[in-house]
């Protein structure tokens, strides 16, 4: 990709995305209400009175993907369950081996992107999830 090209799609490339109908934005709706739900349930209920949290921040942006475009590859069960897997499992490798800090941070994303390109398993809000982490551990400990 060229820079001409590359501003061209910072500026918008004068595309939106498509308009969807009001039944695809009320089961959107309707499927991130429950899954959501569920999830805070369970995690509210069950998790959290042994101290374990299941509702983290990164699961919004999986529902915006899960529910909103349900049809991209991001959102593909194989996509959402590897990502996060491995996310969560090489940067708590980094991080036990490096620590907490930007050399760290900066190779546990760049490692599981790789990863998830050679597994076919790319996941955005995996990435969110440990660098949310690397933050709260750094504050807690300054």
């Known amino acids: 990709m060229g820079l001409k090209e590359y501003v061209r799609k910072m500026k918008g490339g004068g595309h939106s995305p498509p308009r969807v109908s009001g039944e695809e934005i009320f089961l959107s709706w309707l499927n991130a209400f429950f899954g959501v739900g569920l999830c805070g349930l369970l995690s509210f209920s069950y998790f959290e009175p042994e101290g374990i949290t299941l509702l983290i921040s990164s699961f919004g942006a999986s529902a915006v993907l899960l529910y909103g475009t349900p049809k991209s590859p991001f959102a593909q069960p194989r996509n959402l369950l590897g990502g996060h897997l491995i996310f969560a499992a090489f940067?708590?490798?980094c991080f036990k081996l490096l620590g907490c800090n930007s050399l760290g941070a900066?190779?546990?994303v760049a490692s599981s992107i790789a990863l998830m390109h050679i597994t076919r398993t790319l996941h955005p809000p995996g990435g969110q999830r440990l660098?949310?982490?690397s933050l709260e551990d750094r504050r807690s400990t300054t």
Do not use: D
């Open 91 to 93: 940067g708590l490798l």
């Open 106 to 108: 900066s190779l546990a």
């Open 131 to 133: 660098l949310s982490r």
